[in-house]
């Protein structure tokens, strides 16, 4: 994600400084069956609808772009060196100021699960078989920025157990943030979350281990194949793209049908009976709900020819429209879910401090989407805490007008949850 901010932001930080509805589609096809899950809302405990009730079911927890670095670096246990190369922010910390001035003082240093919030609850009650997130930082102590970039996000190495505290087993790596330290900042990377049990998929030391996909083992239920890539659109350099020498990331060519063929012999070479495959993309700009139809034709085809069952797809600050296509799941921008944007100003009406969590479930042996839970959070003092009611409204107010015309419509529950409906 590139930063586009730059001049409403200098202005905030001097600031801040100086003053110190479809009532006919059946129930099998929304998220009713699924229970068990306790939502903190405004204070209260309500009993909610997340488990699936058929326990052979897979049962996937995804979000948007996960970014502990820069400011909510400074705040956890061992922040880095608060050194920056943007235009008008030098210093870390002035993301710290700039939240504590939209929402209040965080008492520093906080601990390692403090940035999930109300979210580690959730993950607790609803036991998720897998937990996958766009990991939009490097983790390193390397002072190689990428001097061209602008925008350079790291997180000090010791403070990886804020992502094993929420039992992440799944980073996503081909993004535009990875190499904001240069390849000695993503090597490094890639060797503390290996140590940290966390697989990275997407990036790697040479191009054949960045194509590498991952797979997960779910006793019972099968097989997970996880391939990311991540497209120039999204502000990746070419210059980041992996070769036979350099560490890189899987960088995606376009969108045509030769990528198509590529990437379908890349699935058929690993997929087997049972399996189910989710194909990552980082791609698209910062800010905007629409969905060009190429981006469309495109995951529509990864499904159609390529054995693709779940398309995830992140970049965008905000959620976009949902569709399933084919009884397969596409999330065409999930949003952020956890940044340190707090208090910058210019593009309010996205709201993007409201973010979601995903609750897919699927059919092992097909691969269709079964249900969708989708639990709205809110990012305040960097800590993702749930929004009140007319926050959540909001959230499906936007989701049903973007999925008008992909076919899709939520329905906000008693507890807040949001689950998806289709045709």
Not at 157 to 172: D, E, G, R, T, Y
Not at 179 to 205: F, P, Q, R
Not at 311 to 337: A, N, T
Request: a negative charge; proline letters at 5%.
């Amino acid at each position: 994600m590139q930063k586009k901010w730059h001049c409403a932001l200098a202005i905030m930080i001097l600031l801040v400084i100086t003053a110190g509805i479809w009532s006919n589609i059946p129930a099998s096809k929304t998220a009713r069956q699924v229970k068990g899950k306790e939502i903190i809302m405004q204070g209260s405990v309500q009993k909610g609808d997340i488990h699936p009730s058929r326990h052979d079911m897979l049962t996937l927890f995804l979000c948007g772009d996960v970014m502990p670095g820069r400011g909510i670096d400074q705040v956890l246990p061992y922040p880095s060196d608060p050194v920056l190369y943007e235009s008008y922010v030098r210093d870390a910390r002035d993301y710290v100021k700039l939240a504590e001035a939209a929402n209040g003082p965080i008492q520093k240093p906080v601990d390692y699960a403090y940035i999930w919030g109300d979210g580690l609850a959730v993950l607790s009650d609803i036991k998720p078989d897998l937990r996958i997130i766009n990991l939009e930082t490097s983790v390193t102590t390397s002072n190689d920025f990428w001097p061209s970039k602008g925008i350079n996000y790291r997180m000090h190495p010791k403070n990886i157990p804020c992502l094993s505290v929420a039992q992440i087993k799944c980073c996503i790596l081909a993004n535009n943030h990875v190499l904001d330290w240069g390849h000695s900042g993503l090597v490094e990377t890639l060797d503390v979350l290996a140590e940290a049990g966390i697989k990275g998929v997407g990036a790697g030391k040479d191009q054949r281990e960045a194509k590498a996909a991952r797979s997960f083992s779910v006793i019972g239920k099968g097989r997970i194949l996880v391939f990311a890539y991540g497209s120039g659109t999204s502000g990746i350099p070419d210059s980041w793209a992996a070769t036979e020498e350099s560490p890189g990331v899987n960088l995606l060519a376009d969108l045509s049908d030769q990528t198509v063929l590529q990437i379908k012999k890349e699935v058929a070479a690993l997929k087997q009976p049972g399996d189910v495959v989710l194909f990552s993309l980082h791609w698209g700009g910062n800010w905007g709900y629409s969905i060009s139809p190429d981006e469309r034709r495109f995951a529509h085809k990864l499904i159609d020819e390529a054995g693709v069952d779940f398309f995830y797809g992140h970049s965008s600050h905000h959620f976009k429209g949902i569709e399933v296509y084919q009884e397969k799941l596409i999330l065409y921008g999930c949003g952020d879910f956890i940044n340190d944007y707090e208090g910058i100003k210019g593009y309010e009406r996205y709201r993007d401090d409201l973010t979601l969590m995903y609750f897919p479930v699927f059919d092992p042996t097909s691969g269709h989407l079964v249900q969708m839970v989708m639990i709205p959070m809110q990012m305040k003092r960097f800590q993702a805490v749930s929004p009140p009611l007319h926050d959540r409204q909001w959230i499906m107010d936007v989701l049903n007008r973007e999925g008008q015309q992909l076919g899709t419509h939520v329905i906000l529950e008693n507890d807040g949850s949001l689950t998806l409906q289709w045709r």
